[in-house]
């Protein structure tokens, strides 16, 4: 730096030299060469792609016709990228709100309760994780089978706990003579006179459920003035005979066997013997149907289809609040904290009850920061696609999808269609714009 | 001023320099096949050669072995092997700049037909004997592009298997069956034993493609399965319709593991784990020979007591065939040690190096199947190897957009209502048409 500063006022004597004629393009060199790596930076990494982009996506997905925009056409007629555009409409609308409120919630929440750093510490932690990893730990809990989704298992154990108790969870009849169907229970199509024998014949029985005292099924005897009858598994190793009670084929003792009259009223019920027989004593003449009652079959809990297409989204919706709740708690304790409690104390003394206090003072000058909170979660939502690549399993990644992972999808998953895929990064670019300009609005009112 | 400025142009200059290195990394790989003889055999060549595939770890190691016993024949021959996650990309690049390497092994045919059709390999068929003596009509025309012989097969994977709980099969006193509809019947006696028949993969599409490609391959016939591929018939036609009213047979909620919206959300891992949990979710699991490591890595079921393989079943007397994927082996340049190697690697010698160290099928016949480390890679690696027809997984083939998009879309829609066929059948065939034509 030796041309300038003091080294130019040392020569004595002399008549101070010209100012340099280049002095202006000088004076602007030193801010240059200070912006200059960033300039550069920001011009290869963001401003050329960006362009590169815009330009690329006038192009078919080859890069070798000029389409103009039919790439654009595409994103309001194909019909993924239509349920991507009514879902990130969906996100924009509920979740940005969502996690404010609830951000608001805790932290009004955390400055009453006693263990409040305890709290926080759990609400903020789940920020610690990365995106993808809370989706990959959400499509655990997800899972539709109780046996290997977390949410599903506690909700079998509520229904195991209330729930109908039943011998069996499934069934089916071993032969036409019997229909229905597990909530009606199984009927005997031909009619049943006293001293007659009824087979029932059940398949499809899961082998842990076959009840520990069974033993080989009988055919019993006719019994005078009486019913009686076998229920068994009608199955043995090959299949066996459907209908006939075979060596190998196990009664099933527990299953409740029902006397109906001819009008289908139900008049006796009975429990099979550990060898499947059961007996109806004394039964007056006439006609009888006889069934394996619907009270047999405890009702299997299938667990709720939260990864399916109808529940997907929500359920995407939910890790994401999971995930911001605490950015936004934090945020808003910050913001609360700063608030002069003497306001509050003059409301309260002025007689203003809790929920005035909150509704009228503490929510009006929190609103700037509320408003960043939820200008963020906009641009966060607006964006996001590793939760949706991580949570929604293939079959239903079309209904969860948002544009950011159509756009993902189709230029990189292995379909190269950059033409369509530009085109909906450009868009997604136009969707930013009216948030970036509150944000920059408002970082410049901050400043000045 | 100038001091500081100096540094930090030098500094610069560095980082670029640095930068230029990296990317321009390979040229040091480039072959220089010297000193060589005729190409008789007998005759020793010499040279350095490279080769490159997407081989690493263990397999690195063992394709590392094939390479050493190249090196014992001909000791005056260097190769040096270098693994890439992409060989199709690395390849690109390397071609456009003109330095590929000698040999390189691809993941899908489709790859050599684009490198053999702009003119960057170089035809193998003085080899074209050796192989014919080893490989099936259907391996050969794989390799062949506009008439020439381009690629060897050199590592198999055979998809037409379907792998069983042997408990649950020995319960219900069932039989591996042999044909489709023995197939269908088996699956009834199971679950009437109360196992669910069939364990479905549904989250990952290309389990379905899979199956469905092992249907129609069967019950359309290879011309039928090759028309499909290049969208010469429609998917409206037919032969699909057959096909897939079979797979809805199969697909029945009351037939898949968990019913239709659990098997939706079930991975490939998962759909092999849970046939073999205690109690088993289901009693088979229809997919390639690759399940036999998913059931030793993450499972403590054994071979035969524990778990077994068998062949996918026949449709109408479809004979002995194979659907499946493979590895080819290409060249770049023409000279005496990348034709010896070419030739090498088309023994059966330098199959069995690989196959003895396991997680390898070879598409040669003559390779010797005792050298497999077990019984059950025996038996789906000899099927491979003497398919009568053999052919490549249809949705490798196909243009993305529909091959791995929505072609899995779609039949994971198909198992959602696996009754009703002509409706996916037209849907197929829109998305068809639009990917054929715009790739």
Same mark, same amino acid.
């Given at each position: 730096?030796?041309s300038?500063?003091?080294?130019v006022?040392?020569p ?6 010209p100012p ?5 393009f000088?004076?602007a *060199?030193l801010?240059?060469?200070?912006l200059g790596?960033a ?6 990494w963001v401003?050329?792609?960006?362009v590169?982009t815009m ?8 890069g ?6 039919d790439?654009y056409?595409? #994103?309001?007629?194909?019909e993924?990228?239509?349920?991507? *555009? ?8 509920i979740?940005p709100?969502a996690?404010?409120a609830?951000?608001l ?5 955390t400055?009453?309760i006693?263990?409040?750093?305890a709290?926080k510490?759990s609400v903020?932690?789940?920020?610690? =994780?990365?995106l993808?990893?809370v989706?990959v730990?959400?499509r ?7 046996d ?5 298992a506690?909700l079998?154990?509520i229904?195991g706990?209330?729930?109908?108790e039943?011998?069996?969870?499934q069934a089916s009849p071993s ?9 009606q ?7 049943v006179?006293? +001293?007659?024998?009824a ?6 029985i899961?082998v842990p ?13 006719p019994l005078?003035?009486? =019913?009686?009858g076998?229920v068994?598994r009608?199955?043995k190793?090959? +299949?066996?005979t459907p209908g006939?009670v ?5 009664g099933?003792?527990g ?5 109906r009259d001819?009008a289908g009223d ?8 550990t060898?499947?027989?059961f ?10 149907h #006889? ?5 047999t ?5 299938e667990?709720?289809?939260w *990864?399916?297409?109808k529940? =997907?989204?929500p359920?995407?919706m939910?890790?994401? #609040?999971w995930?911001?709740? +605490? ?10 904290a700063?608030?002069?409690r003497d306001?509050?104390?003059?409301a309260?003394t002025d007689?203003?009850s ?17 408003t ?5 979660q906009? =641009? +966060?939502?607006?964006?996001l ?9 293939g079959?239903t990644?079309?209904e ?9 999808q189709?230029s ?7 033409g369509?895929?530009s ?7 136009i969707?930013?714009i009216?948030?970036l300009?509150?944000n920059v609005r408002?970082?410049?009112a901050?400043?000045? | 001023?100038t001091?500081q ?10 980082v670029l320099?640095f930068?230029?290195a990296?990317c ?26 490279s080769?490159?595939?997407v081989?690493t770890?263990a ?10 016993g190249?090196?014992?024949e001909?000791?005056d021959v260097t190769?040096s092997?270098?693994?890439?996650a992409?060989?199709?990309?690395v390849l ?10 000698d040999?390189a092994a691809?993941?899908q045919?489709?790859f ?18 050796k192989i014919k003596e080893?490989f099936s009509?259907s391996?050969?025309d794989?390799g062949t592009?506009?008439?020439k012989?381009?690629g060897?097969f050199?590592?198999g994977a055979?998809?037409?298997t ?11 006193g069932?039989?591996p069956p ?9 699956g009834d ?5 109360g196992v ?9 599409g290309w389990?379905?493609t ?6 129609y391959?069967r ?8 028309q499909l591929?290049?969208?010469e018939i ?17 697909l029945q909620?009351?037939n ?5 919206s659990?098997?939706?959300q ?7 784990? /849970?046939v073999?949990?205690?109690p088993?979710?289901a009693?088979q699991?229809?997919e390639?020979d690759?399940v036999?490591?998913?059931?030793a890595d993450e499972?403590?079921a054994?071979?035969?007591t524990?778990?077994?393989?068998y062949?996918?079943p ?8 194979v ?6 082996m290409v ?18 010698e330098a199959?069995e190096?690989?196959?003895?160290k396991?997680?390898f099928s070879?598409?040669?016949?003559n390779?010797?199947?005792?050298v497999?480390?077990?019984e059950?890679?025996?038996k ?8 009568e027809?053999?052919?490549f997984?249809?949705?490798?083939l196909m243009?993305g957009a529909?091959g791995s ?6 039949? /994971? ?12 059948q037209?849907?197929l065939?829109?998305a ?8």
């Open positions: 730096m030796s300038t500063g003091v080294g006022e040392l004595a004597g002399e008549a101070p030299p340099p004629r280049d002095s202006a000088r004076r *060199l801010p240059l060469s200070f790596p300039l550069l930076l920001l011009f290869v401003v050329y792609p960006m590169a330009w690329r996506s006038l192009f078919n997905d080859r070798t016709e000029f389409v103009w925009l790439n056409e595409q #994103i309001f007629t194909d993924r990228l239509q349920t991507a *555009l009514k879902n990130n409409a969906l996100w924009v609308l979740v709100a996690v404010t609830v951000g919630v805790f932290a009004v929440l400055e009453r006693v263990w409040s750093t709290f510490i903020f932690m789940p920020l610690a =994780i990365s993808f990893a989706g730990i959400w655990i809990m997800y899972q539709q089978d109780p290997r989704g977390a949410i599903n506690g079998a154990a229904q706990q209330f729930g109908a039943g011998v069996l969870s032969t036409d003579d019997l229909t229905g169907s597990i909530e229970g199984f009927e005997l199509d031909r009619t006179q006293p +001293g007659g024998v087979l029932l014949g059940l398949t499809a899961r459920e076959i009840p520990e005292d069974a033993v080989q099924a009988v055919k019993p005897e005078q003035g009486g =019913i009686t076998v068994w009608d199955f190793a090959g +299949g066996g006939e075979e060596q190998g084929e196990l099933l003792p299953v409740t066997v029902e006397l001819s139900t008049i006796d019920e009975t429990k099979a013997e060898n499947g027989t007996a109806f004593d004394q039964v007056e003449d006439g006609e009888y #006889i069934a394996v009652a619907s009270t079959f405890a009702e299997p809990f667990g709720v289809n *990864l399916g297409d529940l =997907i989204t359920a995407i939910f890790a994401f #609040i995930v911001q709740a +605490g950015f936004a708690m934090v945020i808003t304790a910050a913001g609360l700063s608030i002069p306001t509050l104390e003059a309260r007689g203003a809790e929920w005035q206090v909150f509704r009228r003072i503490t929510i009006p000058l929190l609103a700037p920061v509320l960043v909170v939820f200008v963020t906009i =641009i +966060g939502v607006l964006k696609f590793d939760l949706i690549l991580s949570i929604a399993p079959s990644q079309d969860a999808a948002t544009l950011a992972f159509v756009q993902w189709v990189f998953s292995g379909q190269n269609r950059f369509l895929g085109a909906i990064a450009t868009f997604i670019l969707l930013f009216p948030f300009i509150v408002r970082f410049r901050d400043t000045s | 001023m001091k400025r100096f540094i930090l142009l030098a500094l610069l200059v560095g320099a930068l230029a990296g321009g990394g390979d040229d040091d790989e480039a072959a220089d096949t010297g000193g060589t003889t005729e190409e008789g055999g007998g005759e020793a060549v010499s040279g350095n050669i080769v490159l595939a081989w770890g397999e690195g190691e063992s394709f590392q072995a094939v390479l050493d190249f090196k014992e001909n000791p190769v092997y270098k693994s890439a992409e060989p199709a990309t690109s690049t390397a071609v456009e700049g003109g330095n590929p390497p040999i691809l993941p045919p489709g050599m037909t684009d490198f053999a059709q702009r003119g960057a390999l170089k035809p193998i068929d003085f080899a074209e004997d080893g009509d391996w050969l794989l592009v506009d008439g012989l381009y060897l050199f590592k055979n998809k037409s379907v792998w069983y709980n042997a408990a649950a099969f020995e319960d219900a069932v039989e042999a044909d489709w509809d023995a197939f269908l019947e088996a006696t199971l679950k009437a034993s669910t028949p069939y364990s479905i993969g549904g989250a990952d389990t379905l899979d199956l469905f490609e092992n249907i391959l019950s359309a016939g290879p011309e039928k399965y090759d591929t290049k969208h429609p998917w409206t036609d037919p032969s699909v319709n057959e096909a897939l009213t079979e797979m809805g047979k199969v909620s009351g898949i593991a968990g019913g239709t659990s098997a939706l079930t991975d490939f891992p998962t759909s092999v784990t /849970q073999f949990a205690d088993p979710k009693a699991v229809l390639g690759f036999g490591g998913v059931i499972t403590t054994e071979p035969d524990g778990f077994n393989v062949a996918f026949e449709i109408n007397d479809s004979g002995p065939v659907m499946g994927g493979g590895d080819v060249m770049f340049k023409d000279n005496p040690a990348a034709r010896a190697l070419i030739e090498y690697l088309a023994t059966p199959a190096i690989w196959a003895a396991g997680g070879s598409p040669n016949k390779v010797d199947t005792s497999y480390p077990d059950l890679t025996k789906t690696a000899s099927e491979l190897a003497n398919a027809v053999f052919r997984d249809m949705s490798d243009p529909f998009d929505a072609l899995f879309t779609l039949l /994971q829609d198909f198992l959602k209502t696996p009754d009703d066929v002509e409706a996916i037209k849907k065939e829109t068809a048409a639009s990917a054929f034509k715009s790739s």
